[in-house]
Structures are given as C-alpha cells and as structure tokens.
C-alpha cells in the first residue's frame, strides 16, 4: 500500500474507551474529568467526529456540575441536536457498556493524544511538501512557514505535561511539602545548583567530595559544613581523559578510604545537551538518582556560545529546572567555568561573571564560589533560601585531596597591631580626635573605636571632652560626671548646636596637665598652665587646684591626675613621648 492510501495514525477503541469511562463514573465531583484533561486530551484530537461530539458534550455536562451517564448524555446531544449525527440512543448505551472501570481512562486518553500528534505531524510535512514545490513561495517564506507549524506541534505535544491551576481555596489547604537539605546551610534538596571558579580552583575536588559524601548521607563539606542528608548519586564527568579521571577517582577513594560507596560514574560518555536530557532522564529514573554532577557543564553544551546565544542558553538552563522539578526531588550540581578576567568583567564577583546571561542567574538557585586572591583560595555559598556562608578562607589538603576551611586570621582583624597603631599615634599627635586617629592609621571607625575603648580600659590613654571653656572626662553627649564651672550658654558648643569634642591623649603626657599638689617645682609648669595637650580647635581650660586646696573644684581630672603622682622610688622613666 503507498504511504498516500495509507490510514492516518488512530485507535478507535482508545477513543471509545474514554468515552464510556465517562460514562461509568457518573459523580459530578469525580477527578477522572481533571486526569483526562491533564493529558491535553481535546475534542478534535478524536479521529472519528462522532467521538469529537460526544466528548464536547461529556465536558459541558461535568462543567455545569451534572451527572455525566448515558441517560444525561443523551439529552445534551439531543439538546444540541446532534443524537442522530454520533448514533442515536443505542449507540450512546453501546459506549457505556464497552468498559468494565473507568481507571485507566488517562491512559486511553494518551493514545488518542498521541495519535493526535502524529497525524498533526503528518500535515505539517505534508503542507511543507507542497509549499517547497510550488515555485511562487520565496525561501524565508517557506522556512518560516517550517517554524510555525513545528512550534505548534511542539506545543501540541507539550499538553500532556501538568498545567493544572492551583486556586486559592486549594493553595491555601494544600500541605507544604517537606524540604531538605544536602549540606547544612549550602545546599537544598530538589534545586539546580552550581559550584563557580576559575580553571585550577579544585572546583572538581569539591565536587567530588560533595558527591562522595552525600551518597553516604555522612560527612562534612570543606571540613566544617555537616552532610545532613543521604541521597543516590551519578556524577556524569567530561572534563579529561578517562584515565585521568579514574586516576583521580582511585586516588580519593585511597585518602578517605572509602571501597564501597553508592556513586555511580559516567566517565565520557558522549552526553550532549539539551538534546541528550532524554536519555538523562531515563537513567535517572531506571537508577533512581536523586543528586547528579554535570562535570564539567561546557564539555556536555560543545556548540553553544554561553556569551552571545542566550536564547540557547536559556533554553539549557531551563531544561534542567525542569527536570529537576518533573524528577521529584532531583538535585543537579553543575560545575561551572567562571569568564577569565577581561576588560568587561573586571571587578565582578566570579559567582556574576560566571552566568553570562540573566537566564543562568535565575535558574541557578544556590552557588559555591571559588576564587583566589593575594592571600589565597576563598569559598563563598550564596542562593536562595539557603544560609549560606560569606568569604571564607580555604586550603586543598594534598593528604585528603580535598578543599578544607582554614582558620586564618585575618590581618585587618589582628587587634593588637590596631591597637599599637592607634597608641602610637596618639603619642605622636595628642589631642586628637577619635575621628582623626581614625583617618590617620587608615583603619574602620568600628576598629578603631573598639582599639580605643581596650587602650583606655588598659590606662594607656584617656580622653577629654572640651565643652565651651571647660574640660571634663567623659562620653559623648553625656553630662558632666564631676562640679565644674558651668560655661555660659553662648560660650558651649553644645549652645551652637555642636556636640562636645573629643581629644585623646596617652596617660604619661597627663602629668603636665595641672601642678602637683605642693604648687609646683621648679622646672615644671606654672599652676594652671597646659602644656602639649591642647590642640588647637581646643580651647584652654580653666585652671584646676588640688583637692587638698581651699575652693578646689573637684573634677574626674583632678581626681586621675592625683593618683599620677610621681613616686619618688620609683625607676626614672626616660621614654621620648614625641614633641605635641
């Protein structure tokens, strides 16, 4: 027989069967209507148009919330005017009878669907046939003609999938289903994740590890972070030779000294994607994988350009969030290349350059960062709703063969070098600010305020405030802590709308700020003279008189500058305190 007198793919007794399946199960409520329609079952995909009939009406009926039998379906098809045209009664009661139950009616619905696509196929090439030899149809046209009608089967077949609305009355019932994670606070369950860096980062390292250990549910990631989940693992590999790679399984298996571990290899096995996400598909569902690699993503995507084709990479990337989320559960680890620095990137976090497009930055959901900079190697987890984990110094163990958290302290943060820092400088400078210390050794406002509170607990330096014409020890907007003569109002800062200043000065250099008890010797500074001490934003202060004195006012610096008193057996002290 040609291929012209040929039968156009169907199967009458599929489409009989879901008719009577409807028929069968009568309530109104049933969710046999919701199954079937999920197929991307439609009136016209029915070869015989009789059967188109009948099912138009079976949908109004279960729409308009009735019984759907033989007896109701009768009088819509009556009522339609159409009994005559699919049969009559006997042939409505005869598709009532043809099957026992009405379980399996998505799966004739299926067939007929399928059926249904093969013979839109069918068209379509034919309708390409015929414009491709008529003459008066210009290339483009025919090419974009071809487009058109394969979209439209592709969208054909894409009914089958679940499109089924989630209103509001079920969403706000439906249970929330469990999540989980893999890594404690790096990695989610059922996500599309990647691990980003430079070539030569041991990003395949982490890979493995991550792999190894989440196969056998134990374990902690770069040392630190706890495995808190055990998942079936492939880690598919196309990144070297097959014998290096076996070299560098063999070899990790010999430093954790691991034999038997749940992981299954696909070394080099020809993959390419997207068109090879079938065949993945079939083997994560035959094997019953729950976390895959994509070692690495460029070696399995060959021929797309990741920096101009974002329409092919969206696509990559959109095929394999959507296996994650029709593979319930399914995590997809994808070790990724980051864009070697240019004149474009330049400046831009690895885990930014790395995408390429926005496409990848929205698909991805969580991020391991590798990068490296003058200190060394640095680990970053970033994503959504995962913890994550900011810059974090890291070390490749040579024993271990892994990527390890390394405590290292962190320069900026070695307190005792800010704070030799900052006591030198108000040394070298007293009177100064805590702002101006601050600017001056080059270091954070925090840092630098924290240094200065340890060097005054310690009795290395003190600070005064100068409010108006008065000095008095204190905080920053806080009141005067001893008697003092109050300034008059238009003589404070506080009166100008001005907070008091601040002047740091070391302890040592407080000796020349008032006379000592006996009223002075010689060689030393005059009563009520200031010597070295105040800077010139800040004003003199009013003569202070010891304690002992008739009328002495009692202040915090009389009180500190009593308990300086020299004592004479005490070891001269020759330090230099710099010149003010």
């Given at each position: 027989?040609?291929?012209?007198?040929?039968?156009?793919?169907q199967?009458?007794?599929?489409?009989?069967?879901?008719?009577?399946?409807f028929?069968?199960?009568g309530?109104?409520?049933?969710?046999?209507?919701?199954?079937v329609?999920?197929?991307?079952?439609?009136?016209?995909?029915?070869?015989?148009?009789?059967?188109?009939?009948?099912?138009?009406?079976?949908?109004?009926?279960?729409?308009?919330?009735?019984?759907?039998d033989?007896?109701?379906?009768?009088?819509?098809?009556?009522?339609?005017?159409?009994?005559d045209?699919v049969g009559?009664?006997?042939?409505i009661?005869?598709?009532?009878?043809?099957?026992?139950?009405?379980?399996?009616?998505?799966?004739?619905?299926r067939?007929?669907?399928?059926?249904?696509?093969?013979?839109?196929?069918?068209?379509?090439?034919?309708?390409?046939?015929?414009?491709?030899?008529?003459?008066?149809?210009?290339?483009?046209?025919?090419?974009?003609?071809?487009?058109?009608?394969?979209?439209?089967?592709?969208?054909?077949?894409?009914?089958?999938?679940?499109l089924?609305?989630?209103?509001w009355?079920?969403?706000?019932?439906?249970p929330?289903?469990?999540?989980?994670e893999?890594?404690?606070?790096?990695?989610?369950?059922?996500?599309?994740?990647?691990?980003?860096?430079?070539p030569?980062?041991?990003k395949?390292?982490?890979?493995l590890?991550?792999?190894?250990?989440?196969?056998?549910?134990?374990?902690?990631?770069?040392?630190?972070?706890?495995?808190?989940?055990?998942?079936h693992?492939?880690?598919?590999?196309?990144?070297?030779?097959r014998?290096?790679?076996?070299?560098?399984?063999?070899?990790?298996?010999?430093?954790?000294q691991?034999?038997?571990?749940?992981?299954?290899?696909?070394?080099n096995?020809?993959l390419?994607?997207?068109?090879?996400?079938?065949?993945?598909?079939?083997q994560?569902?035959?094997?019953?994988?729950?976390?895959?690699?994509?070692?690495?993503?460029y070696?399995?995507?060959?021929?797309?350009?990741w920096?101009?084709d974002?329409?092919?990479?969206?696509?990559?990337?959109?095929?394999?969030?959507r296996l994650?989320d029709?593979?319930?559960g399914?995590?997809?680890?994808?070790v990724?290349?980051?864009?070697?620095?240019s004149?474009?990137?330049k400046?831009?976090d690895?885990?930014?350059?790395?995408?390429?497009?926005v496409?990848?930055?929205?698909?991805?959901?969580?991020?391991?960062?590798i990068?490296?900079d003058?200190?060394?190697?640095?680990?970053?987890?970033i994503?959504?709703?995962?913890?994550?984990?900011?810059?974090t110094?890291?070390?490749f163990d040579?024993?271990?063969?892994?990527?390890?958290?390394?405590?290292?302290?962190?320069?900026?943060?070695?307190?005792e070098?800010?704070d030799?820092?900052v006591?030198?400088?108000?040394k070298?400078?007293?009177?100064?600010?805590?702002?101006?210390?601050?600017?001056?050794?080059?270091?954070?406002?925090?840092?630098?305020a924290?240094?200065?509170?340890r060097?005054?607990?310690?009795?290395?330096?003190?600070?005064?405030?100068?409010?108006?014409?008065?000095?008095?020890?204190?905080?920053?907007?806080?009141?005067d802590?001893?008697?003092?003569?109050?300034?008059?109002?238009?003589?404070?800062?506080?009166?100008?709308?001005?907070?008091?200043?601040?002047?740091?000065?070391?302890?040592?250099?407080?000796e020349?700020?008032?006379?000592?008890?006996?009223?002075g010797?010689?060689?030393?500074a005059?009563?009520g003279t200031?010597?070295?001490?105040?800077s010139?934003?800040?004003?003199?202060?009013?003569?202070?008189?010891?304690?002992?004195?008739?009328g002495?006012?009692?202040?915090?610096?009389?009180?500190?500058?009593?308990?300086?008193?020299?004592?004479?057996?005490?070891?001269?002290?020759?330090?230099?305190?710099?010149?003010?």
């Open positions: 027989m040609s291929v012209s007198a040929a039968i156009p793919p199967n009458l007794e599929a489409e009989e069967s879901v008719l009577g399946a028929m069968i199960s309530a109104p409520d049933s969710a046999l209507f919701d199954k329609e999920e197929t991307g079952l439609r009136a016209e995909d029915f070869y015989r148009d009789s059967h188109a009939r009948i099912y138009r009406a079976a949908l109004a009926l279960h729409a308009a919330g009735d019984v759907v033989a007896i109701t379906l009768t009088d819509e098809l009556e009522r339609r005017r159409e009994l045209d009559g009664r006997v042939r009661h005869e598709l009532s009878l043809i099957v026992p139950a009405s379980a399996n009616a998505p799966h004739y619905a067939i007929v669907v399928e059926a249904a696509v093969r013979r839109a196929a069918i068209r379509a090439g034919g309708e390409l046939a015929q414009l491709g030899w008529e003459h008066e149809t210009d290339s483009s046209g025919l090419v974009l003609r071809a487009q058109e009608l394969v979209e439209a089967l592709a969208e054909r077949s894409a009914l089958g999938d679940d089924t609305p989630l209103w009355q079920q969403a706000i019932r439906e929330i289903p469990a999540t989980s893999y890594v404690d606070g790096v990695l989610q369950a059922g996500v599309l994740a990647d691990i980003v860096g430079l030569y980062l041991h395949t390292a982490l890979a590890e991550l792999a190894t250990k989440v196969s056998r549910g134990t374990g902690k990631l770069l040392g630190r972070f706890d495995i808190t989940a055990q998942a693992t492939a880690y598919f590999w196309s990144d070297d030779s014998a290096k790679e076996l070299e560098r399984i063999q070899a990790y298996a010999k430093a954790c691991h034999d038997v571990v749940p992981l299954a290899f696909y070394l096995t020809g390419v994607l997207p068109d090879g996400i079938p065949l993945l598909k079939a994560i569902r035959r094997h019953g994988f729950r976390l895959i690699v994509l070692d690495s993503l070696n399995f995507a060959p021929g797309l350009d920096i101009k974002h329409a092919g990479v969206s696509l990559l990337y959109h095929q394999l969030k994650c029709q593979t319930e399914l995590t997809i680890i994808l990724d290349h980051a864009s070697k620095p004149d474009s990137n400046g831009r690895a885990s930014v350059s790395s995408f390429g497009t496409w990848k930055a929205a698909a991805v959901r969580s991020s391991i960062v990068t490296k003058a200190h060394g190697l640095k680990a970053t987890a994503g959504n709703n995962i913890k994550g984990f900011p810059a110094p890291i070390a040579d024993e271990l063969l892994e990527l390890r958290v390394v405590d290292v302290k962190d320069p900026s943060e070695d307190t070098k800010i030799a820092e006591l030198a400088e108000v070298r400078l007293p009177g100064l600010s805590g702002n101006q210390v601050r600017v001056n050794v080059r270091r954070g406002k925090a840092k630098v924290a240094s200065l509170a060097l005054e607990a310690a009795n290395l330096i003190y600070n005064t405030y100068a409010a108006g014409t008065e000095l008095f020890q204190g905080k920053p907007g806080q009141a802590r001893g008697a003092y003569s109050e300034p008059a109002p238009d003589e404070t800062r506080a009166s100008r709308g001005k907070s008091p200043k601040s002047a740091w000065f070391p302890v040592k250099q407080a020349t700020l008032a006379p000592p008890p006996n009223g010797k010689p060689g030393e005059a009563p200031v010597t070295g001490v105040v010139a934003t800040c004003p003199e202060p009013a003569p202070l008189r010891s304690r002992g004195q008739e002495a006012i009692a202040t915090p610096e009389t009180d500190y500058l009593e308990s300086l008193a020299p004592d004479p057996s005490a070891p001269s002290d020759d330090i230099d305190w710099g010149t003010p």
